[in-house]
């Protein structure tokens, strides 16, 4: 660096602290030992990746964990963070801007600033979006003195999330007909069903992912409009830990509302101008008497209910955080708000890549593949991206990466492990396909989706114990027309057929 203010250069910098960026830049780190990698992130704690396992081909599992950004430079020495946000980037001079009045100078850049929480209602006190570890604190908080609250959403983390909630009427709206349709279908939602109602809860297993807190960095008079805006997206186990249970002393109360949305939130003042009639948490059929209670806040929905509560959870997925990039800079924008990649992961500008939440896949996608905004994909391409940028560096061609080949996610939902593979809600398939189903309550619940005599998808949830073999019949695309219904025969060993 010549004289004072120059600005810093990096041959390699990457934007965003979450789980995209923190791979891409250990990849890169790895790859170029003698470079310095810059890695801007808002945030002082980045995610890292924890006990990483690949469970199959496609498979893997992974804990995720909050780390100061001072961990990340021990394991990697030439790894310079720089903690700060992104003012603007002027790709044309490949410079990026940070807030705290910095330029620095890239070669290459990737984005990985991820996404942020798709709120119904921006700037309302009582309504909370659930991303990241700041809101889910938040949302304890608030949990603590509430007697009933409406969850909005039917993703991962508006599932675990109702099933988490302990003391507490909760009421749940949902658009489709059945719970938890970015995952499941009708079938799945009903096997889960009976353990929102059930009313004792086994103890939960003990959980991997501990939290890092930064000292003080709560005493700073952070204002909400900050930690809105910061914070990486949660893990499958965020909720545990957080002590999840309202005031009142019964277990479970949920009531599901399905396909509706919200139409309005009227704040308490506007509710009782309106003159109209909220609905007390439901009882049975013949519940049509007015709720006594007085409600901070009213919700209506488009099926015409009014309930009162004390706050909504908005848990309606998210929007890829784009808005600081924009500017000045043209990106070719997907319809979901992301920044469009090709196979390499690069983005519409020269020698700018993007991986993770921030990005929509724009290449023509294998046809058991499909993007979806999850911790593993977001591994995954941050990891390929660094691969995609080295290669470019150094004038190598590169192969997409295998783990585009198949959509393979593995979760834990109410407490059953859950593997979903291929197009398992037969997605993009027309009418075209048939499913196939076994289920024992309780236990397991297994549905294949078959095209032409081929596997196309997968669902299983349970300990089934079929995933690697569903997984290789997806993959070699081999034709069971033979087997029949034979396939999800239990008393047949299945895995003996297709070693």
């Known amino acids: 660096m010549s004289g004072p203010g120059a600005a810093a250069r990096g041959r390699f910098a990457v934007v965003g602290g979450g789980i995209a960026g923190v791979t891409c830049a250990e990849k890169l780190a790895a790859e170029f030992p003698s470079e310095d990698i810059l890695l801007v992130t808002a945030s002082p704690v980045i995610k890292a990746v924890t006990n990483f396992k690949q469970v199959s081909k496609t498979l893997e599992e992974f804990d995720v964990e909050e780390q100061p950004s001072s961990l990340l430079e021990k394991r990697y020495p030439n790894i310079r963070v720089i903690q700060s946000g992104v003012k603007q980037l002027k790709s044309d001079e490949h410079k990026i801007y940070t807030e705290d009045g910095k330029e620095y100078i890239y070669e290459k850049l990737c984005l990985c600033a991820g996404a942020k929480p798709k709120l119904i209602a921006e700037g309302n006190p009582y309504v909370l979006g659930i991303r990241d570890t700041d809101s889910a604190q938040a949302f304890q908080k608030n949990l603590a003195q509430a007697e009933r609250i409406v969850v909005v959403g039917n993703g991962g983390i508006a ?291 078959m095209q032409h005599g081929r596997m196309m998808g997968a669902v299983l949830i349970g300990e089934t114990d079929l995933e690697e073999t569903f997984e290789n019949l997806i993959l070699n695309q081999m034709d069971l027309s033979a087997y029949g219904e034979d396939l999800l025969n239990p008393d047949i060993d299945i895995e003996d057929y297709f070693d």
């Open 159 to 449: 599932l675990e999330l109702v099933y988490e909630i302990q003391g507490c009427e909760v009421i749940w709206a949902i658009k489709d007909k059945a719970i938890g349709n970015t995952f499941f279908d009708a079938g799945a939602a009903e096997f889960l069903l009976p353990k929102l109602t059930a009313g004792s809860r086994e103890t939960p297993i003990e959980c991997k992912r501990t939290k890092y807190t930064v000292e003080g960095s709560e005493e700073k008079g952070r204002s909400t409009g900050a930690s809105d805006k910061l914070g990486s997206a949660l893990g499958p186990d965020w909720h545990e830990g957080l002590h999840l249970k309202g005031t009142k002393e019964f277990s479970h109360k949920v009531h599901i509302e399905i396909l509706c949305e919200v139409k309005t939130i009227h704040l308490q003042q506007e509710f009782m101008q309106l003159q109209q009639t909220s609905l007390p948490f439901p009882k049975g059929e013949k519940n049509v008497e007015a709720d006594e209670v007085l409600w901070p806040v009213y919700v209506e929905l488009t099926n015409g209910k009014i309930y009162g509560c004390n706050f909504i959870v908005s848990a309606t997925g998210v929007v890829p955080n784009v808005e600081p990039f924009l500017d000045g800079n043209n990106f070719a924008v997907g319809e979901d708000g992301g920044l469009q990649v090709d196979q390499h992961m690069h983005t519409s500008l020269a020698d700018v890549y993007a991986a993770g939440d921030i990005c929509t896949a724009a290449w023509e996608p294998s046809p058991l593949w499909h993007q979806m905004r999850l911790w593993t994909q977001a591994r995954q391409m941050g990891w390929y991206a660094a691969k995609c940028m080295a290669a470019d560096a150094l004038g190598e061609s590169i192969d997409m990466d295998f783990s585009f080949e198949l959509f393979a996610h593995i979760t834990k939902f109410f407490n059953y492990k859950v593997v979903v593979l291929g197009k398992y809600n037969a997605q993009g398939l027309g009418s075209e396909h048939e499913l196939m189903l076994r289920c024992t309550k309780g236990h397991e619940y297994v549905k294949v989706v």
